[in-house]
């Protein structure tokens, strides 16, 4: 059959992906993750549609936004943004190279419980960003994990050799607390932990406004970091007045004129920016000069 007798016969005009010429071990596994767990995720899925779509309960209009890490330091990026009718964490990520616990600050009262949050809307894979999710989903986190499919896919690899990690390094400090008569410690998670936040995740394409909770609409567009990596535009919608408020979360933002990357987008405007800005007050070197420099 051709893509002309497909049109025709469907009035729509298909978008062919031609398959690699090399086949991907990384994506097969990924898929057959993904196909193991098909009848959890629909009930899973149904469940998202009835909480998403539930009576509003309250009358008052507010918005608050929470930071719960990466703010004046590097790290454990996590956001949370509270209306009257929903609660959404933007990205839960770890704090790298920390002595002691790089959780984000998961222990304040406005999180809790966990049940209450509505989802989880992740900008991108890199562990400073996404690292805590497996411990969000093991403390009783149970809602869905928005991101691009990319993202959703670098997380099936990264987390689970992070909980992997986490285990090796227990194992490795518990031989010495054993040997000098200290009880054991747990790891923050395991390989499984993070194997089990995977039937959270849902790929959403960029650019395709999704509802997420009740009131929230959450839009992708392409921020040139990484594959997958994203601005997040949450549309909070006032159900008294109809008005919208627009917050935009950066993650972090790539450079312009990257070889195999999209430039990043402008987002829309906004009425509130919350923008990386690691490198705020420093410059990368040149592309020319970085290219060089790859070269030698």
Known sequence: ITLREITKQIGWTPKVVRT??????????????????????????????????REVTSKDQWLRVTTLGCCREVGRAAFLISTPESKILVDCGEKPGSATNGAP??????IYPLDSLDAVVLTHAHLDHSGYLPLLVREGFRGPIYCTPPTRDLCAL??????????????????KRRRDGQPPIAPLYTKADAQRS?????GVGLHRPVTVADGVRATFSNAGHILGSTFVTLEIKEFATGKEWRLVFSGDVGRTG???????????????????????DRLHQAR???????RD
Do not use: C, W
Request: glycine fraction near 4%; aromatic fraction near 8%.
């Open 20 to 53: 690699p010429p090399i086949e991907s071990t990384t994506v097969k596994q990924i898929r057959t993750f993904l196909r193991s767990v098909k009848d959890e995720r629909k009930a899973f899925l149904r469940k998202i549609g009835h909480r998403i779509h």
């Open 288 to 294: 020319e000069e970085a290219r060089k420099k790859l």
């Open 105 to 110: 600050y998961l222990y304040v009262p406005e």
């Open 158 to 175: 990264l987390l689970p050799d992070s909980g992997h990690i986490q285990e090796s390094d227990a194992d490795f400090v518990n031989k």
């Open 258 to 280: 990257m070889a195999i990357l999209n430039d990043p987008e402008l987002p829309e405007p906004a009425d509130i920016l919350i923008l990386e800005s690691t490198y705020g």
């Open 198 to 202: 995977l039937e959270q995740f849902v």
